[in-house]
């Protein structure tokens, strides 16, 4: 796409728009051609030294082992982004209605390209995929409230479903009435068919009775503990119980494993663009398949002058707001291309390097990876030493604090609180349980010597004989089944 260098060459770009891409309202639809862009010359493969000067807003004084939750954003998609808000703030009238909605659709065509959708209007951009998952369940709960859907039919979703999702499960269609059911997934993991017996036994109660299965809420790769899911798999089962709609939040997905929307086959997915594809905050996208009844049922929660236009266009205009981040999905896209095999040998290398620092913190630890290498992306979980006594979700968070304050590394830590009652507690070399996982990520910025501060920082305090329970307020006193007391 265009980068202006100045208004006055946006101005005439944006002139050149063909009027067919622009609607009876004025401004460009997002469905027709886009305008004509000059064709990139393909760059030489990124350096290392190149890609050092891509992070360096990073704080240098911070090992980041945690890409998973934020995400990156090279300079150079930066300086395209900050072009683009020129671009706004120098003639808004202009931008609205001759470029926002080419530049939108460009990025919407590059999701469509990358994701293998059927067609660009099966593409909404949204700011995260909680906001996707609104759209969805929104949907889910006007069927509850108007009848479509009796109450007490069901909603099936993982144990491990991220926070955020859960929270919008209860907020919309428990309260319309639905009965949510979870699939207790195993913790640690040690094979797709685990997770594959524990979603058949949960579509079994949530069937039972003759009720209907009417959403099923599958995460690609659950956040926290991060785990691949077999979603290919689990769709299909789906489809063959007669589940009616399937949604798949794969907020972590895109930049970290392949995906092929049509070989998937849900009836929704949604994935960050700001977590493992570069992109600025907030980007994502809602692919809906076309043709499908449901889909010109689906509104943006955010009402504004485009609603009844479809999701693409009600998505593109929430109100005056900083669009920019949605705008530059080619540029990042140009990024990746930078590196040896595009977006795919990025995945790759990443995950290589994500196993390898895994087994060597494993190994300084006398512990083991929470699953394994097959279920893994560019994140994977570490059992941490049992002497520290985590012993609740308070623990791992205090510890989490503490890393980031006292030794400069950032990363999350999982309590396993053993939510499924027949799995046995996994014990380290030792043979003592294993309550605390850290989740480390590996993006294209990281070094080895980030994860030997993280392994140093653990290392130190066992050294010390640090417990969580140091950490605890003095009124709260645990005496756990591990022993640990504080």
């Not at 905050?281 to 076309?290: C, D, G, I, N």
């Not at 929660?301 to 693409?312: F, Q, R």
Request: hydrophobic fraction near 40%; include cysteine; aromatic fraction near 8%.
């Amino acid at each position: 796409y265009p980068l202006y260098p100045n208004p006055s060459a946006a101005a005439a770009s944006m002139a050149s728009i063909p009027s067919n891409d622009v609607s009876e309202n004025g401004h460009g639809n997002g469905n027709g051609p886009s305008p004509p862009r000059a064709k990139r010359p393909r760059a030489a493969l990124i350096s290392a030294a190149q890609i050092r000067d891509e992070f360096a807003h990073h704080d240098p004084a911070v090992a980041r082992v945690n890409n998973g939750s934020f995400g990156c954003c090279p300079a150079s998609v930066l300086e395209a982004q900050a072009r683009w808000q020129r671009l706004f703030l120098a003639q808004p009238d202009a931008f609205y209605f001759d470029g926002l909605q080419p530049g939108l659709r460009r990025s919407r065509a590059a999701v469509a390209a990358l994701v293998n959708a059927g067609d660009v209007s099966e593409i909404s951009l949204v700011d995260n995929a909680t906001t996707a998952a609104a759209i969805v369940l929104q949907h889910a709960a006007w069927s509850f409230a108007e009848g479509h859907f009796a109450r007490g039919d069901a909603v099936l979703m993982l144990h491990y479903a991220y926070g955020a999702v859960k929270k919008s499960i209860q907020a919309y269609v428990a309260r319309a009435g639905a009965t949510v059911v979870e699939v207790p997934l195993p913790f640690p993991v040690t094979s797709p068919d685990a997770i594959i017996t524990e979603f058949h036994a949960a579509l079994a109660v949530a069937k039972a009775g003759g009720r209907k299965v009417r959403l099923a809420v599958i995460d690609h790769i659950t956040s926290m503990p991060s785990v691949l899911i077999p979603v290919k798999e689990l769709v299909a089962i789906c489809r063959q119980e007669g589940v009616d709609k399937v949604f798949v939040d794969a907020a972590h997905s895109v930049g970290q494993v392949p995906v092929d929307v049509r070989d998937i086959g849900a009836d929704f997915y949604t994935s960050n663009l700001h977590k493992w594809f570069f992109c600025p905050p907030a980007v994502a996208f809602l692919h809906t398949r076309k043709g499908g009844p449901i889909t010109s049922q689906l509104h943006h929660p955010v009402v504004s002058h485009e609603y009844g236009n479809g999701l693409p266009m009600e998505s593109g205009w929430i109100g005056t707001r900083d669009y920019s981040a949605q705008i530059v999905v080619p540029e990042a896209i140009h990024f990746v291309n930078r590196f040896e095999g595009g977006i795919e040998g990025i995945r790759s290398r990443n995950h290589e390097k994500v196993i390898e620092m895994g087994r060597m913190l494993a190994e300084a630890w006398g512990t083991f990876l929470g699953s394994p290498p097959v279920m893994c992306g560019s994140m994977a979980m570490v059992g941490m030493p049992c002497c520290l006594c985590i012993e609740s979700d308070d623990d791992a968070l205090r510890v989490r604090t503490m890393l980031r304050k006292d030794f400069k590394v950032e990363v999350p830590i999982y309590y396993n609180s053993r939510q499924v009652k027949v799995q046995e507690m996994a014990k380290d070399n030792n043979s003592d349980p294993v309550t605390g996982y850290v989740r480390i990520s590996h993006q294209v910025y990281n070094v080895k010597e980030e994860y030997e501060r993280l392994r140093d920082a653990v290392n130190k305090l066992v050294a010390e004989g640090f417990t969580s329970a140091k950490l605890r307020p003095a009124e709260k006193t645990i005496i756990s089944w591990t022993g640990c007391a504080g």
